[in-house]
């Protein structure tokens, strides 16, 4: 993941999970953190507390080898996923409650340089927000060290362990330094991909991120 061999990853659901599974098949250390007692202890016994094809074989595989384990606390990491829900609330806007809670967690362990990857289906805005309620939590830190992006997940039930891998994805950045991050830690998903891309700043509307297109690939 662009050298980076420390991922946690908050929220262990549908997406959270099969991102933890494969991040860990390649040797990065995967610590996933949940709030749901069951989850917590179906992975790391190996197991999965949903259906989803070929997840089970990797998150044995990874339990086994020691990259991957599951825990409610958030650690200390290099790169930070962020993979939690954003329901809907009564009037229609988007709950962003779950990505606060999980910022929460992240906030402290922050030393500056790390990289916050926002997966969650979320509305325009929902990034920026990410960022400024980590400095707020953070004033310490310097706004430039703090590496804030977008990379939402398009997969269909049933194929989400071949689709994280072959789909294409646009990563937006707070900034440009946290845009080249993120895109470059999506050649561990697309192996030997050399992708086009912009570095523009993604807020206000701005066109910007970085699109890595589909390579073939297929899992083990």
Do not use: W
């Not at 749901?36 to 197991?47: D, H």
């Not at 993120?182 to 970085?210: I, T, V």
């Amino acid at each position: 993941m662009n050298n980076i061999k420390e991922v946690a990853v908050i929220g262990l659901g549908y997406i959270g999970l099969p991102t933890a599974a494969i991040l860990a098949s390649k040797g990065i250390t995967v610590k996933g953190v949940d709030v749901t007692p069951r989850t917590v202890e179906a992975v790391n016994k190996g197991e999965v507390p949903f259906v989803e094809p070929a997840l089970g074989e990797f998150v044995s595989a990874a339990v086994a080898a020691g990259t991957l384990s599951a825990s409610f606390d958030t650690p200390e990491a290099e790169a930070y996923i962020v993979a939690v829900p954003t329901p809907f609330n009564d009037d229609y806007t988007a709950d962003l409650s779950y990505i606060e809670a999980a910022a929460d967690g992240i906030a402290p362990k922050l030393k500056g340089g790390e990289l916050v990857i926002l997966e969650s289906t979320s509305p325009p805005g929902a990034t920026q927000h990410l960022f400024d309620y980590l400095l707020a939590k953070r004033p310490d830190l310097n706004k430039d060290s703090l590496l804030v992006a977008h990379c939402p997940e398009r997969v269909l039930p049933g194929y989400v362990m071949e689709e994280l891998v072959t789909n294409d994805r646009i990563v937006g950045g707070i900034t440009p330094g946290s845009s080249r991050q993120s895109q470059g830690s999506l050649r561990d998903f697309l192996p030997g991909s050399d992708p086009h891309h912009r570095r523009d700043d993604c807020r206000n509307g701005k066109a910007g991120g970085e699109l890595v297109p589909r390579r073939q690939y297929r899992l083990r």
